[in-house]
């Protein structure tokens, strides 16, 4: 997910990563980082990995159920 809005001290921005479908049982762990390809001087940007994990489970009736944990990084940024 790309978000280039532009931002106001203090501001949040969500992003989305569209719709994941799952077709087997499995635990699935997503490794979400921030993309800091700007140099603009006075910027520091959150550089950590946030993992999300999705452990896809089958209730022997036919259905995946899916359990997230993690789903909720926040990456901070400042300048100065």
Same mark, same amino acid.
């Given at each position: 997910a790309?978000i280039? $809005? +532009?931002?106001? =001290? @203090? $501001?949040t921005?969500s992003a $989305?990563? @569209?719709? /994941?479908?799952?077709?087997k !049982?499995?635990v #699935? /762990?997503f490794d979400v980082? %921030?993309?800091?390809? &700007?140099? =603009?001087t @006075?910027? *520091?940007y $959150? ?6 994990? /999705?452990t896809v489970? +089958?209730? *022997? %009736? @036919?259905?995946l159920i =899916?359990s997230? %944990?993690g789903n +909720? !990084?926040?990456?901070?940024?400042? #300048? &100065?």
């Open positions: 790309t280039s $809005d +532009d931002f106001a =001290a @203090g $501001d921005k $989305d990563f @569209g719709t /994941v479908t799952f077709k !049982p499995e #699935y /762990v980082t %921030e993309d800091n390809t &700007t140099t =603009a @006075g910027w *520091t $959150d550089r950590s990995t946030h993992q999300i994990v /999705v489970t +089958d209730n *022997t %009736e @036919g259905e =899916a997230v %944990e +909720d !990084p926040v990456f901070t940024n400042s #300048y &100065t």
